[in-house]
């Protein structure tokens, strides 16, 4: 099963001043989100696999979109994370389809690297709910300047029977990160924690 997309939307963010400081280089997020039609929206369907399918070819081809809307190579991206939003007539388990069996393979061949889990959230909702994409540092989940998170909201999106699927990715952390804890000087990428 392919994914049938109605749009494709990049987001993406650059701050330059957080807190009347300086940032140098801007601290960059950027997220790919697709709108798909739902295959089993208002249906209970014991088989799911059409839509981990989906999530494998999504996984692909939104990290590929993020990481070329920061215009830096997939092996430079710092933080990455996923999420979805079922319609009305949709369920979560379709969100955890999507999002769970197949698509961080892809991400992380994208990215180049990606020991750590890559953090996710579901939901459902109607046209223009806000979708919060969790993030963490793709190497080593203990690096707290790297916990963060990014919106995004499609005016139109999810219709009843569609899911809304976003990947985003970093370039860095959280702008003036100052909390502690495993640094990325400190990463020793063996884990996926540390």
Known sequence: MSAKIRKIVTFVE??????GRSISPPTRRAAAVAVIANPFAGNYVEDLSGLVMIGEELGALLTERAVAALGIPGAKAESYGKAACVGEDGELEHAAAVLHPKMGAPVRKTLGKGAALIPSSKKRGGPGTVLDVPLGHKDAAFVRSHFDGMEVRINDAPRAGEIMVAIAVTDSGRPLARVGGL????IKGEDGLR
Do not use: K, R
């Open 183 to 186: 640094t990325v000087a400190e």
């Open 14 to 19: 650059e701050v330059h001043s957080e807190m």
